[in-house]
């Protein structure tokens, strides 16, 4: 809305104008159509072979307002703990490129996302002998079932204390928890397990960054103390105590004061030998043979997740605006979820055709947004709009974008604006 006139949008698109109300529409539309434009753009996308394996994570975006059909209080990825929420799930071919967005209650556990996604592969998107690749925690049992049922293969992760509950059992041992990758085979499961120096070398520096945080608070109470004479010992303790339990180290970290009022910090090293022991260690978990994925493979395309971590990065910007959510309808709520999925899809094809310029597609569109239209005003009405010769690296970029632009644009003079006084059905929107 804010931005229709200034970019010419009634022109461009040959409209007469346009309101709040024809955008809620519009996105009810979307919503209705989702699954016939998912279906058509996944069709053009794999016209001749389907893609043998699936990306999928969720995510979480916070909302305005509490009114919202599908709004619900749940794990906050967003880091805002007061705010209500919706739980997105994002379906994506190997490459990264979503093939279906999903809107669900905002209290709804990534694993219960699961079933919706795998009846998506099979009756939208073809089915067959696929894989399914999913995070750590939303492949359980439940859904492991529900994917060989449907002759589905999976690759997955799997948490750090069902690696402990193996390693109990005998499975695997520490030992095999190197830079280099190792696998085991139990009966029909096979298991990749990685120890990453770089990430195991970062938990410990973290480890030792809150340590340090709690021997300078230790130094402040004492410091208090015997500025104070007269200052409760017990109360230092418990806020002490707090703070060690909100840094998640008390496994290993206590709080102790001598007769001499006194406080200091006793470290359990067996115990923080203990915690440290799986500082950077993974285990995959796959169902496929080693004929049909090597150990390598199966790593790599695990790794492949992070292209669906991306999109939910690059869709959380200010430019695409997937959050903050003001719509409150359902239908609303979902249209907008797909509309943010398809501006994604554009933003990777420019990344894709302007790699060669080495700018981000952030770049580009600044450089774009300098070529302006002049209005061209005839006996005091709108005439046209004519677009002048773009400077050399503008064309490029229009050039690499496969883009015609036209000389001359009818003017209608089409003003977009927002409704003074919004009516009360826009609450309902």
């Not at 991306?310 to 907008?336: D, Y």
Request: glycine share 6%; with cysteine.
């Amino acid at each position: 809305m804010r931005l229709a006139t200034r970019h010419a949008g009634c022109d461009l698109l040959g409209l007469e104008g346009f309101d709040e109300d024809d955008l809620y529409s519009n996105l009810a539309w979307l919503s209705e159509q989702q699954r016939r434009i998912e279906t058509r753009l996944f069709e053009a996308l794999h016209p001749a072979e389907k893609p043998a394996l699936f990306l999928y994570d969720v995510t979480s975006s916070y909302l305005e307002g509490s009114q919202n059909q599908l709004g619900a209080f749940g794990y906050n990825r967003d880091g805002k703990r007061a705010k209500m929420q919706i739980v997105l799930g994002l379906l994506c071919n190997p490459s990264g490129t979503p093939l279906s967005i999903e809107v669900f209650a905002g209290n709804i556990s990534d694993p219960k996302t699961v079933a919706s996604q795998i009846k998506k592969v099979v009756r939208q998107f073809g089915g067959g002998e696929v894989t399914f690749v999913g995070d750590r925690g939303m492949l359980k049992g439940a859904q492991l079932e529900q994917l060989i049922q449907e002759g589905f293969h999976y690759i997955t992760a799997i948490t750090k204390p069902q690696i402990d509950v193996l390693l109990k059992a005998g499975v695997f041992q520490m030992e095999l928890f190197d830079e280099s990758l190792a696998e085991v085979i139990e009966e029909t499961v096979r298991y990749v397990v990685r120890r990453n120096p770089k990430r195991a070398a970062e938990i410990e520096a973290t480890r030792a960054d809150k340590l340090l945080r709690l021997q300078q608070k230790v130094k402040e109470a004492n410091d208090y103390l015997n500025a104070h004479p007269r200052a409760s010992l017990q109360t230092r303790i418990k806020a002490l105590s707090k703070a060690v339990e909100k840094l998640k180290v008390q496994t290993w970290v206590g709080v102790k004061a001598a007769e001499t009022r006194l406080l200091t910090l006793e470290i359990d090293q067996q115990a923080r030998d203990e915690e440290a022991k799986l500082d950077g260690c993974y285990v995959l978990k796959t169902d496929l043979k080693a004929e049909q994925a090597s150990k390598e493979v199966v790593h790599e395309r695990y790794k492949d997740l992070a292209l669906v971590e991306q999109a939910f990065r690059t869709s959380k910007t200010v430019q695409l605006e997937m959050r903050p959510i003001h719509v409150r309808r359902e239908v609303s709520t979902r249209g907008h979820a797909l509309v943010v999925m398809l501006a994604y899809r554009l933003v990777q094809a420019l990344a894709r055709r302007w790699r060669e310029v080495d700018l981000t597609v952030q770049e580009g569109l600044q450089q774009l947004s300098t070529l302006c239209a002049i209005e061209v005003v005839v006996g005091g009405q709108n005439a046209c709009l004519r677009i002048p010769e773009p400077s050399a690296d503008v064309a490029r970029l229009i050039e690499l974008a496969r883009v015609r632009l036209p000389k001359i644009l009818r003017s209608g003079g089409v003003k977009v604006a927002t409704k003074k006084k919004l009516p009360k059905s826009r609450t309902t929107r």
